[in-house]
T-cell receptor, first 116, second 113 residues
């Protein structure tokens, strides 16, 4: 089973709203990722968690706040977003993320976010 | 700066044709190269190529890694309309204390009847 699930599938929010995106995997993977994908562009890495600790933050604005409550769950808290933040937000997981890793990343179906 | 470049950017072929998609990379401390297929939603994994596994095949799809030329190709034979998608190449490499994927811009493939 290589399934990563994400909720919600679609989200529309105003610039003053606070919302959260959720991601879950039950493959025993110890690395989880958030990506942002704009239309006709490749995914761009936002955050990497390894063993529930933040390993990489790709200079993402503080209006995006990741959280890893346990090894199976990854959240992305959203606050005071801008219309240009509208995109497909993808979660992924892999067995490991160490410097020697060659592990495959498996993606969830994504949350399509629209900021009005 | 780490970079992954794919070509062509887009391609239209007739059903039954064979296509070759290209990916070249410049990254520090290459670990592996991955191919994904993306239709309407999330990228789905196709192949992973490493120094110890430079050629992979699955049905009509095959891929080869050329470590000397820092490139890879993805071949699709006897294309079908269901192969229409964006094909993404990504390279895994160290970044700080972890590893990360850097994606190419993708090749948009359209297979027509």
């Amino acid at each position: 089973d290589t399934e990563v699930t994400q909720t919600p599938k679609h989200l529309v929010m105003g610039m003053t709203n606070k919302k959260s995106l959720k991601c879950e995997q039950h493959m025993g993977h110890r690395a989880m990722y958030w990506y942002k994908q704009k239309a006709k562009k490749p995914p761009e890495l936002m955050f990497v968690y390894s063993y529930e600790k933040l390993s990489i933050n790709e200079s993402v604005p503080s209006r995006f706040s990741p959280e890893c409550p346990n090894s199976s769950l990854l959240n992305l808290h959203l606050h005071a977003l801008q219309p240009e933040d509208s995109a497909l937000y993808l979660c992924a997981s892999s067995q490991d993320v160490s410097l020697a890793s060659t592990d495959t990343q498996y993606f969830g179906p994504g949350t399509r976010l629209t900021v009005l | 700066e780490d970079k992954v470049v794919q070509s062509p950017l887009s391609l239209v072929v007739h059903e039954g044709d064979t296509v070759t998609l290209n990916c070249s990379y410049e990254v520090t401390n290459f670990r592996s190269l991955l191919w994904y297929k993306q239709e309407k939603k999330a990228p789905t994994f196709l192949f992973m190529l490493t120094s110890s596994g430079i050629e992979k095949k699955s049905g009509r799809l095959s891929s080869i890694l050329d470590k000397k030329e820092l490139s890879s190709i993805l071949n699709i034979t006897a294309t079908q309309t269901g192969d229409s998608a964006i094909y993404l190449c990504a390279v895994l490499h160290p970044a700080g204390t972890a590893s990360k994927l850097t994606f190419g811009t993708g090749t948009r493939l359209q297979v027509t009847l």
